[in-house]
């Protein structure tokens, strides 16, 4: 098993920025990809940011320019630096990823419970 820990999120107003981190533990033999959900009221869970291993990087169009995503590989560990914040960038943030298992050659998903982010006008 493996389990995702979020940190970050809260309350900021428009204009404003927070950092969302996300540490993965359990039983990984190696991290492919990383990255950041979100799901605001209402409406279907959609992809922030993902980043590979290989360092490419997939960002939502609604928030390029304004969400960094990194990450540390050797702790396997993914943040998102938001600026600029905008309302409609309220949502519960969940971290993602897709690991290989420390047993077989099989990929899985794994997700963390997930973090507030609201963004006052």
């Known amino acids: 098993q493996v389990q995702l820990v979020e940190s970050g999120g809260g309350l900021v107003q428009t204009g404003g920025s927070l950092r969302l981190s996300c540490t993965a533990s359990g039983s990984i033999y190696s991290m492919n990809v990383m990255g950041w959900y979100r799901q605001a009221p209402g409406k279907q869970r959609e992809l922030v940011a993902t980043l590979t291993g290989e360092s490419t990087t997939n960002y939502a169009d609604s928030v390029k320019g304004r969400f960094t995503i990194s990450r540390d590989n050797a702790k396997n560990t993914v943040s998102l630096s938001m600026n600029s914040l905008i309302p409609e960038d309220t949502a519960v943030y969940y971290c993602?990823?897709?690991?290989?298992?420390?047993?077989?050659?099989?990929?899985?998903?794994?997700w963390g419970q997930g973090t507030q982010v609201t963004v006052s006008s």
């Open positions: 993602y990823c897709n690991y290989r298992g420390l047993w077989g050659s099989a990929n899985f998903n794994a």
